[in-house]
Antibody, heavy 122, light 107 residues
Framework: EVQLLESGGGLVQPGGSLRLSCAAS????????MSWVRQAPGKGLECVSV????????YYSDPVKGRFTISRDNSKNTLYLQMNSLRAEDTAVYYC???????????????WGQGTLVTVSS | DIQMTQSPSSVSASVGDRVTITCRAS??????LAWYQQKPGKAPKLLIY???SLQSGVPSRFSGSGSGTDFTLTISSLQPEDFATYYC?????????FGQGTKVEIK
């Protein structure tokens, strides 16, 4: 059974940093691209970052480019999101998602974690 | 960026009704489209990928169709557990983008 378990969310002041983790199990972790998708309170879904199975290729959405860094440790089956220079508009539930269905860089999210809430406020 | 526009934004329906949700892409995306279901406080769940392929374990009352710019999600006979918000997502090019969501409510 595929399981994705996020951790690391919390309350942080504007300009602060936070590191999210996602522990994966139940599948061959290094075979699949992984992603962080966020959802602001009462809003829709936004894919903020994607990383290839090897970790050698990454993508960032424009709102987070230069501030967030996605990485993975395939020896630990863990995905990370380092978030720096946080802003109020980064407040959201952050989901770890497995981008398993599809081909190459055209992929859909077949499994999701339960989400971790990040609140940026003074 | 490819914009995904869903309609309607919300729909009121009764158990047993047939419900259709549409999603339009701002440019052609072939069949690189998925549909997700999200219930309050829960993570989204993949229902349909590749525009029309049913994800394993998803009931057959869900179906998807379309290609290019116009897509449809159909629930053939609405069940109580189907009241939720539905999102489309394009995977044709970065950034992978979602529609704004369609809330299916009890009539």
């Amino acid at each position: 059974e595929v399981q994705l378990l996020e951790s690391g969310g919390g309350l942080v002041q504007p300009g602060g940093s936070l590191r999210l983790s996602c522990a994966a199990s139940g599948f061959t972790f290094n075979s699949d691209a992984m992603s962080w998708v966020r959802q602001a309170p009462g809003k829709g879904l936004e894919c903020v970052s994607v990383i290839s199975g090897s970790g050698g290729s990454t993508y960032y959405s424009d709102p987070v480019k230069g501030r967030f860094t996605i990485s993975r440790d395939n020896s630990k089956n863990t995905l990370y999101l380092q978030m720096n220079s946080l802003r109020a508009e980064d407040t959201a539930v952050y989901y770890c998602a497995k981008a398993g269905e599809g081909s190459g860089w055209k992929r859909f999210f077949d499994y999701w974690g339960q989400g971790t809430l990040v609140t940026v406020s003074s | 960026d490819i914009q995904m526009t869903q309609s309607p934004s919300s729909v009121s329906a009764s158990v047993g009704d047939r419900v259709t949700i549409t999603c339009r892409a701002s440019q052609g995306i072939s069949s690189w489209l998925a549909w997700y279901q999200q219930k309050p406080g829960k993570a989204p769940k993949l229902l349909i990928y590749g525009a029309s392929s049913l994800q394993s374990g998803v009931p057959s009352r869900f179906s998807g169709s379309g290609s290019g710019t116009d897509f449809t999600l159909t629930i053939s006979s609405l069940q109580p557990e189907d009241f939720a918000t539905y999102y489309c997502q394009q995977a044709n090019s970065f950034p992978w983008t979602f529609g704004q969501g369609t809330k299916v409510e009890i009539k």
